[in-house]
């Protein structure tokens, strides 16, 4: 059964920058598509990152392209969302989620679209406020 454990949030000026951690226990991550969401009030879940286990390949929305990018640090089994550039609209509880991955497939950011993911972190507040 994988776990997945978030940090690093916390308040910010904007145009600062801040890293979020998802740690991984249980399983390796390396398995897994892993997908980073936000949620702010009176707003669906919106996904922002995801790095599928297919090669490593990337998807990013649109609002925070070219400022947000997500790694893997697989001897510390822990995915990193590094966020640069914030700005207000980005405040809001980021989750980190997994779902198993393929090699023919990779990860999403529409759950609508693509399907729930299976694991998730217990979320972590980001606020960009001056």
């Known amino acids: 059964q994988l776990q997945l454990v978030e940090s690093g949030g916390g308040l910010v000026q904007p145009g600062g920058s801040l890293r979020l951690s998802c740690a991984g226990s249980?399983?390796?991550?390396?398995?897994?598509?892993i997908g980073w969401f936000r949620q702010t009030p009176g707003k669906e879940r919106e996904g922002v990152i995801c790095?599928?286990?297919?090669?490593?390949?990337?998807v990013v929305a649109d609002s925070v392209k070219g400022r947000f990018t997500v790694s893997r640090d697989s001897a510390k089994n822990t995915v990193y969302l590094q966020m640069h550039g914030l700005r207000p609209e980005d405040t809001g509880v980021y989750y980190c989620?997994?779902?198993?991955?393929?090699?023919?497939?990779?990860?999403?950011?529409?759950?609508?679209?693509?399907?729930?993911?299976?694991?998730w972190g217990q979320g972590n507040q980001v606020s960009v406020s001056s």
């Open positions: 989620a997994a779902i198993w991955g393929t090699y023919t497939t990779n990860c999403w950011l529409k759950l609508e679209e693509g399907g729930q993911y299976t694991y």
């Open positions: 249980g399983v390796s991550l390396e398995y897994f598509n």
């Open positions: 790095i599928s286990r297919n090669e490593d390949i990337t």
